[in-house]
T-cell receptor, first 117, second 114 residues
Framework: DAMVIQNPRYQVTQFGKPVTLSCSQTLNHNVMYWYQQKSSQAPKLLFHYYDKDFNNEADTPDNFQSRRPNTSFCFLDIRSPGLGDAAMYLC????????????????FGPGTRLTVL | AQSVTQLDSQVPVFEEAPVELRCNYSSSVSVYLFWYVQYPNQGLQLLLKYLSGSTLVKGINGFEAEFNKSQTSFHLRKPSVHISDTAEYFCAVSFSGGYNKLIFGAGTRLAVHP
């Protein structure tokens, strides 16, 4: 089945220790998104890639970076995690060339829950 | 500015009772509308979507929603809920034309009691 995969599902890191979260997709979608979701809140968009073009949200801290080495993979790097960065991180995709209507919908992965000690 | 309001942060209901989760949006342009469900420690699963056509949309797990353009609403309904429907529900909108960001409501926690 075509899907969005996130690894790991649970990640524990130490305060200030860099961490990388991974997202891959088999949908061949052009657009990939990263969201941060804190407890009992709605997901908050951090940034997205349209193909290779990176689009940062204005209020995304500089501590958060992203890489998209190819169509299938996208990484979220947190350079110096703080206690306030503990959250669920969601990856989503949209927009397949074979199905233009798929640009109108986002497909979510299962998320990575990050704990900062 | 576009926004989404989910009018109830929590909805308690007994098993087999009907439920309605309310969603209103604000936009000056045409919208696409979505309901997502999120179970604990999981990602978002699409319940249903309105892109165009019939304003009554049927989704998975027996849910349906009706797009009401004049009232700018997209309320989610289920005639008989189960314990397994206990979850967080998010209403979201995006805007027609190309690819677009989703704007989420704050979420409604549905708690189904036996």
């Amino acid at each position: 089945d075509a899907m969005v995969i996130q690894n790991p599902r649970y990640q524990v890191t130490q305060f200030g220790k860099p961490v990388t979260l991974s997202c891959s997709q088999t949908l061949n979608h052009n657009v990939m998104y990263w969201y941060q979701q804190k407890s009992s809140q709605a997901p908050k968009l951090l940034f997205h890639y349209y193909d290779k073009d990176f689009n940062n949200e204005a209020d995304t801290p500089d501590n958060f970076q992203s890489r998209r080495p190819n169509t299938s993979f996208c990484f979220l790097d947190i350079r110096s995690p703080g206690l306030g960065d503990a959250a669920m991180y969601l990856c989503a995709t949209s927009g397949g060339l074979a199905d233009p209507s798929s640009y109108n919908e986002q497909f979510f992965g299962p998320g990575t829950r990050l704990t900062v000690l | 500015a576009q926004s989404v309001t989910q009018l109830d942060s929590q909805v308690p209901v007994f098993e087999e009772a009907p439920v309605e989760l309310r969603c209103n949006y604000s936009s000056s342009v045409s919208v696409y509308l979505f309901w997502y469900v999120q179970y604990p420690n999981q990602g978002l699963q699409l319940l249903l979507k309105y892109l165009s056509g019939s304003t009554l949309v049927k989704g998975i797990n027996g849910f349906e929603a009706e797009f009401n353009k004049s009232q700018t609403s997209f309320h989610l309904r289920k005639p008989s809920v189960h314990i397994s429907d206990t979850a967080e529900y998010f209403c979201a909108v995006s805007f027609s034309g190309g690819y677009n960001k989703l704007i989420f409501g704050a979420g409604t926690r549905l708690a189904v009691h036996p």
